[in-house]
């Protein structure tokens, strides 16, 4: 696409900070715009698996992100009592790559907005697209200022509700909730959770993941009614009474919940844009494009990988439309088997409703759940900047 070329990157999350980083170092002049006045980041926690390390490490900030995380190497299944099911040492990494470093969304947000503002991206706080209209080669944007530019691409990481996927294609693919829901915070960790450990309960599934020495953070997946409206002041009585039946730590957690606990909830709204990801010169990555379970904690690794392998199609010297197909056959297949792996975890976890089906999900999950890690750690591992010549998907 040649260094000259101007680039607009719509949404200030970790894709499309990290899209903006690897379009700057590559030469282009990019303007990113975040509909929020300032970056203030939920501190939730975010497992980043090594082909998310391994961009990072290609956008030069791995070792801020390895000094700011903690590093595991396994995945652990427990009952609700955390009475040790079945545990995974994960087949991901490689010399000099852990498997796993987890650290706090606000920790990764601030190094990838240090990388971009080193390579020279501009940054719009509080600005919106009022207005895309695709003129030619180039496309002309209006802003909720008034003032407009125009963009040799606009690239759409702003999130599950994009606006720039409207203007790319209406509102046939607007989110949809899955009748579940997620509830996030960090609390204190336990020395014990030292790797990302699973508790299977009674018609909810509940998770945690070191973040630091001193830090866990931890989820909860449950049905949710999507009619239901729920009043943040009163997150903590809500998320009290969804761990019920946890024991160990969890119960810890739970009983310390009170008025000044910062709690995130989101309804799941799993989805993935049919083929192509892209409009003539607007083009979509990262939530914009495919939403997924937290299963496998790839949300923010695969927007990393879109930003990474958009930035490395645009470098290429093709015709746009063809580095943009590039770019789609390069994620889509990737993304889908993220999508349907996780959609399966997810189902098959909220279907134990009893203490009997508890007993056959223990006994399947000891037969059989490091087994089905291993096949998604062995897809996931696959680098998607290859040797030349090499495909990505076989």
């Not at 009592?81 to 606000?106: Q, T, W």
């Not at 399947?364 to 495909?391: F, T």
Request: proline share 6%.
């Amino acid at each position: 696409m040649g260094a000259s070329r101007r680039v607009l990157v719509v949404g200030g999350g970790i894709g499309g900070m990290a899209s903006a980083a690897a379009f700057g170092q590559r030469g282009m002049d990019v303007l990113l715009i975040e509909k929020r006045p300032e970056f203030t980041v939920p501190g939730v926690g975010l497992g980043q698996p090594a082909n998310a390390l391994r961009v990072l490490g290609e956008l030069g900030v791995l070792p801020q992100v390895i000094a700011a995380g903690f590093q595991y190497d396994s995945m652990r299944y427990f009952d609700y009592n955390r009475e040790l099911i079945v545990e995974h040492k994960f087949l991901l990494g490689g010399p000099g790559l852990p498997a796993v470093c987890a650290l706090s969304r606000s920790d990764l947000h601030d190094i990838l907005l240090d990388a971009a503002l080193k390579v020279g991206v501009g940054i719009g706080l509080g600005t919106t697209a009022q207005q895309m209209e695709q003129e030619g080669n180039r496309v002309h944007v209006v802003f909720n200022n008034g003032s407009s530019d125009e963009f040799d691409l606009v690239v759409g990481f702003d999130g599950i509700r994009s606006t720039t996927r409207i203007f790319a294609f209406g509102e046939a693919f607007e989110p949809i909730h899955s009748g579940y829901g997620a509830w996030r915070l960090q609390a204190p960790r336990p020395p014990e959770v030292d790797a990302m450990e699973f508790y299977q309960g009674l018609g909810s599934k509940t998770g945690a993941m070191p973040l630091n020495d001193e830090l866990m953070y931890l989820f909860h997946i449950r049905p949710e009614d999507p009619s239901e409206k729920l009043a943040r002041e009163d997150y903590p009585r809500y998320l009290r009474e969804r761990l019920n039946g946890y024991g160990d730590h969890i119960a810890e957690v739970r009983d310390a919940l009170g008025p000044d606990s910062d709690i995130v909830y989101s309804p799941l709204e799993p989805a993935i844009l049919p083929p192509p990801w892209y409009s003539g010169r607007i083009v979509l990555g990262g939530d914009a494009a495919h939403t997924f379970p937290p299963h496998l904690t790839e949300g923010a690794g695969m927007a990393l990988e879109d930003g990474l392998v958009l930035a490395d199609e645009l470098s290429q010297d093709k015709p746009v439309e063809d580095m943009l197909d590039g770019y789609v056959q390069r994620r889509y297949a990737r993304c889908a088997f993220v999508y349907t792996f996780s959609m399966q975890m997810l189902h098959s976890e909220q279907m134990v409703r009893t203490h009997q089906q508890l007993d056959e999900a223990r006994r399947e999950l000891k037969a059989n759940g490091s087994a089905r890690i291993a096949a998604s750690d062995r897809i996931l591992n696959l680098p998607v900047l290859p040797a030349k010549g090499a495909l990505l998907w076989r």
